[in-house]
Every structure is written in C-alpha cells, then in structure tokens.
C-alpha cells in the first residue's frame, strides 16, 4: 500500500521559515513525480512545486518562486519543501502528491500538514 505522510507544518510569523517533509512508502519512486500542492480556506488546491526523480528536475509556482525550494532524497525515498520569507497568504493546507505509474494523474496524497502564517 502506497503512503505520503507529510511533517513539518506549524504556527510561524511572517518572514519565518518552515520545512516540510514528505516520506513516502509501499513502492519505488524513483521514476515518479512528485508535487507539493496547497488549499486555502475558501479557494481551490493549487500546486506548488514539483519535483521529477528520473532526472532531478523542479519547478515552483510563480506565487513562491525565490522563496520556496523543493528537493529529494531518493535514498529515504522523502521530498521536501523548504519555505523561506512566509507571508500570510501561504496560509493553507499543504499536501505532498505522487503520480502513478501511468504519470498522468496524482493518484496517491498525503493528509495534509497545516501551515499557519501570522502577521
């Protein structure tokens, strides 16, 4: 059984710092991509930042972007999210996600690590 289990949300202040991790179980994913996504209260889930095993690539959203880095560990199997420089927008629900094997769509999520800004 596949399982993303995210860690790392919390209360901070604006300007602070916060880093998420991802660990993920039940099979390889070393050929995969894996996103972190985002959901604030009242507005749609939007994606954050993605990273591709295969060859190490990422991308952040325009919204983040100098501000939030993503990165792996193959070995653990674990992505992370660091988020530098937190506004109060970041507020939101952050979810890890991983495509199938077909690379087409997210089928496995995490639960979700809240992540708080305060001005």
């Known amino acids: 059984q596949v399982r993303l289990v995210e860690s790392g949300g919390g209360l901070v202040q604006a300007g602070g710092s916060l880093r998420l991790s991802c660990a993920a179980s039940?099979?390889?994913?070393?050929?995969?991509?894996m996103s972190w996504f985002r959901q604030a209260p009242g507005k749609e889930r939007e994606i954050v930042a993605v990273i591709s095993w295969r060859d190490g690539s990422t991308g952040v959203a325009a919204s983040v972007k100098g501000r939030f880095t993503i990165s792996g560990d193959n070995a653990k199997n674990t992505v992370y999210l660091q988020m530098n420089s937190l506004k109060p927008e970041d507020t939101a629900v952050y979810y890890c996600a991983a495509k199938g094997t077909t690379g087409l769509t997210y089928d496995y999520w995490g639960q979700g690590t809240q992540v708080t800004v305060s001005s």
């Open positions: 039940g099979r390889t994913f070393s050929n995969d991509v």
